[in-house]
């Protein structure tokens, strides 16, 4: 029924069923030819995000990230439009790539989205990659948290976190810095592992000098635990 009024209906019914049913490709495809053969269509917004998400599914991320842009920038009242902005949100995350959505985010008054939710995902994107053993990656993304947001509720964590990542590529002195970061705060969960493993790093370096005065703290966190 080529000249059918429902044929709208029937690409979106098509599409949703293929991606449904994990055959990405051919479902983009399907909601291509929808988005730009009825542009009018009540199936409009739901098409960009259902695209957009087959993208994200198999892999595709910049076209997600491409499809999500655009339903946000001609539909910015859907509540299509608010799914989208989450769904980059975490694309973002997934690639490290955070200051690169908060850069876009900002360009719009109609998505609240503030410093603290900024910085929360930036965290989440760094502890993602630790989690996932990308301890190269993770250092770079800790280290731009900690330097914008020293005093955040999980700047803490990333210390002790960033210092792991370094030390599992072998820099260790970087892990050194932010093992002593960790120290330098009230006694914390990390206290007692951080002085542990900064001890074995100056002592295999052969730095007694350094290694003393955490020798120390580690007895003395020992007698308190007594």
Not at 44 to 54: D, I, N
Not at 97 to 123: C, G, H, P, R, T
Request: aromatic share 14%.
């Amino acid at each position: 029924f080529p000249n059918s009024k429902y044929r709208d209906d029937a690409y979106f019914q098509l599409a949703s069923t293929l991606s449904n049913t994990g055959r990405y490709q051919e479902s983009i495809e399907n909601f291509n030819k929808l988005i730009s053969k009825f542009p009018n269509s009540q199936y409009q917004t739901k098409s960009y995000l259902k695209k957009g998400l087959a993208e994200y599914n198999s892999n595709q991320n910049q076209e997600a990230i491409t499809s999500f842009k655009a339903l946000v920038e001609n539909y910015p009242n859907s509540q299509e439009s608010a799914q989208a902005v989450k769904n980059l949100e975490q694309i973002y995350i997934d690639l490290g790539q955070i200051s690169e959505y908060a850069k876009w985010v900002k360009k719009y008054d109609f998505i609240d989205y503030s410093e603290n939710d900024l910085a929360d995902a930036m965290y989440e994107s760094a502890q993602q990659k630790y989690l996932n053993k990308d301890f190269k990656e993770a250092t770079i993304i800790y280290e731009k948290f900690l330097k914008s947001y020293p005093k955040n509720v999980n700047s803490l964590n990333a210390e002790y976190e960033c210092a792991i990542s370094y030390q599992n590529t072998e820099n260790f002195d970087k892990a050194a810095i932010h093992f002593e970061r960790v120290l330098e705060r009230e006694n914390n969960a990390y206290t007692l592992k951080s002085a542990e493993k900064l001890a074995v790093l100056y002592l295999e370096k052969g730095d007694q000098n350094k290694a003393l005065p955490v020798l120390i703290q580690l007895n003395n966190i020992a007698k308190q635990a007594e």
